[in-house]
């Protein structure tokens, strides 16, 4: 089943065209993963699925991006809902400088809910589904920044998912992380798949023949092919693809 429909989508910083018409499906829960060498505009798509560059100044955008064939630059979307709906987790972990209760907790409060019962189980529960609950548990009131750097990256997959978001979009997510921080990420990402869809930013190609389905390669803002993960990577259907996964590129 189709989550999120990209079609014929152009992006432009400006003058310089970041996205050259690209059109592509992502799957309901399944792991897509998208690769490519560096500035082929990777981060640019995975941030105009949730309109993460209408932040960024003289960004323009043609073509359409559907969440379960809505529109998303519609203009009577709420991008806050929009953004709720599909969340974001970054390169580097970026807690806030409070404490690990109050991280989770942030976004549920913004949306109104006061009730300390509700936060407490919407704080567990998320904690639970990031895998970082039981390395916590005796220390939600201490600051966010104390934690290891793969344990930050799991709060703000905690974070994340306290909004009950449908997609999770994860820029390079672990690119600043340790082997076993890392694999425990890639673990986590497996098992969260069972209920989200995610789209994932990886330079990685070992990463991504590990956990993603569905493979995306990019190339100096255009969409190479997409395809199996399997596929792309054994038997990939254009030779510029082949290059690059087997380490022939550049
Ligand atoms: N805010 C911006 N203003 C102008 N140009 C930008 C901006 N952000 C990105 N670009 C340009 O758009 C192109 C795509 O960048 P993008 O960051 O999406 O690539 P990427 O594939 O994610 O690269 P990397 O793997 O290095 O993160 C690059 O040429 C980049 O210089």
């Known amino acids: 089943m189709k989550k999120i ?77 929009l953004r709720s709906r599909i969340g974001m987790v970054f390169q580097k972990p970026n807690p806030f400088p409070k404490s690990i209760y109050e991280n989770v907790a942030y976004g549920p409060k913004r949306h109104g809910i006061k009730n300390r019962k509700q936060l407490d189980e919407i704080v567990e529960k998320s904690l639970k589904k990031a895998a970082l609950w039981d390395e916590v548990q005796d220390r939600l009131n201490k600051s966010a920044l104390g934690l290891s750097g793969g344990q930050q990256q799991r709060l703000c997959i905690a974070r994340a998912l306290a909004m009950e978001p449908e997609v999770l979009l994860m820029d390079e997510p672990t690119s600043a992380l340790d082997p076993i921080a890392t694999a425990k990420i890639e673990e986590l990402i497996t098992e969260l798949k069972k209920e989200y869809t995610i789209v994932i930013v990886t330079h990685s190609m070992q990463q991504a023949a590990r956990i993603s389905d569905e493979t995306a390669f990019f190339l100096m803002g255009e969409l190479v092919e997409m395809d199996q993960t399997q596929r792309v990577f054994t038997t990939p259907r254009d030779q510029r693809t082949e290059d690059y996964v087997t380490g022939r590129f550049g």
């Open 5 to 81: 429909s990209i079609k014929d989508l152009n992006l432009y910083y400006r003058d310089f065209q970041a996205l050259k018409d690209i059109s592509l499906n992502i799957d309901a829960k399944k792991v897509t993963a998208l690769i490519g060498p560096s500035g082929c505009g990777k981060s640019t798509f995975l941030r105009s699925l949730n309109r993460m560059n209408d932040l960024i100044d003289g960004v323009r955008v043609e073509g359409r991006v559907e969440l379960e064939n809505h529109d998303i630059y519609h203009k009577d979307v709420d991008v806050v809902t």
